[in-house]
């Protein structure tokens, strides 16, 4: 079972919560709770697999309350504002839900969060990541164990997960060990572009600008504030 902490200064947010929760056969509620600092309490007595956290609260923010961790829980965000979206993806937050949200949309979070729990239980091992020759238009890598093609024209971005990528198909999402960097050495940069310290994003597959996420499909993808006027120029204008 998921250990699961709901925190939010709202009851119909933590019911709402507990309710979806519910229909999750391996998450487990241990808490829900208001106060951030109550918590924080928490966080430090029992161990917390994951944590559903609001960012706008009395007394203590949940981007501070996360800053604060030194070994925080998978974490995802809830927030009535899109303002956020940047510093929590900073803080490496699995995903960001935009109250009110949809027990679909929790869902997808909640996946996500699995894969990344999967990851930080899962030995280490090196994984395969074979460079192309410039006439090869796909690269192989190494996932559970097998080897796999991976076509450049297939990837919609690729998210580093700390030692690990996921790359994120059509048809596919692909989780290995390796760093996002060297990812992105070998992919061509004239049909990629690093836009976030943990995302690389396929230029010709972005659809649209919001605020400072790109849309990918159903996904959003941040920008570092940073680089928002090169990506926006590589991508719409060039």
Same mark, same amino acid.
């Given at each position: 079972?998921?250990?699961t902490?709901l %925190?939010d200064?709202?009851?119909?947010?933590?019911?709402?919560?507990?309710?979806?929760?519910?229909?999750?056969?391996?998450?487990?509620?241990?808490?829900?709770?208001?106060?951030?600092?109550? =918590?924080?309490?928490?966080?430090?007595?029992?161990?917390?697999?994951?944590?559903?956290?609001?960012?706008?609260?009395?007394?203590?923010?949940?981007?501070?309350?996360?800053?604060?961790?030194?070994?925080?829980?998978v974490t995802?965000f809830?927030?009535?504002?899109?303002?956020?979206?940047i510093?929590? /993806?900073?803080?490496? =937050? %699995?995903?960001?839900?935009?109250?009110? /949200?949809? /027990?679909?949309?929790?869902?997808?979070?909640?996946?996500?969060?699995?894969e990344?729990?999967?990851l930080?239980?899962?030995?280490?091992?090196?994984?395969?990541l %074979?460079?192309?020759?410039? #006439?090869?238009?796909?690269?192989t890598?190494?996932?559970?164990?097998?080897l796999?093609?991976?076509?450049?024209?297939d990837?919609? /971005?690729?998210?580093?997960?700390?030692?690990?990528?996921?790359?994120?198909?059509?048809?596919?999402?692909?989780?290995?060990y390796?760093?996002l960097?060297?990812l992105?050495d070998?992919l061509? #940069?004239?049909?990629?572009?690093?836009?976030?310290?943990?995302?690389?994003?396929a230029?010709?597959?972005?659809?649209?600008l919001?605020?400072?996420?790109?849309?990918?499909?159903?996904?959003?993808?941040?920008?570092s504030?940073?680089?928002k006027?090169?990506?926006?120029?590589?991508?719409?204008?060039?």
């Open positions: 079972m998921i250990q902490l %925190v200064d709202e009851y119909l947010a933590l019911n709402l919560m507990t309710k979806f929760a519910s229909q999750i056969p391996d998450i487990e509620v241990t808490n829900k709770v208001k106060s951030p600092l109550d =918590a924080l309490t928490i966080l430090n007595q029992k161990p917390i697999d994951l944590l559903f956290l609001d960012i706008q609260m009395p007394s203590l923010s949940g981007t501070n309350l996360l800053k604060s961790l030194k070994h925080p829980p995802i809830t927030t009535a504002y899109s303002d956020y979206a510093e929590a /993806f900073d803080l490496n =937050a %699995v995903d960001y839900l935009l109250k009110p /949200f949809s /027990f679909e949309r929790f869902l997808q979070a909640v996946n996500k969060a699995k990344q729990l999967h930080r239980t899962a030995p280490s091992s090196p994984a395969a %074979v460079i192309p020759t410039q #006439s090869q238009d796909f690269f890598i190494k996932v559970d164990g097998n796999t093609k991976v076509h450049f024209n990837i919609l /971005f690729v998210e580093g997960l700390k030692e690990y990528i996921r790359i994120v198909c059509r048809n596919a999402r692909l989780v290995t390796e760093r960097g060297k992105e070998l061509p #940069s004239d049909q990629f572009l690093r836009v976030h310290k943990s995302y690389i994003v230029k010709d597959k972005v659809e649209a919001e605020g400072n996420r790109l849309v990918i499909e159903n996904h959003k993808i941040p920008i504030r940073a680089k006027e090169g990506v926006v120029d590589a991508i719409f204008f060039k």
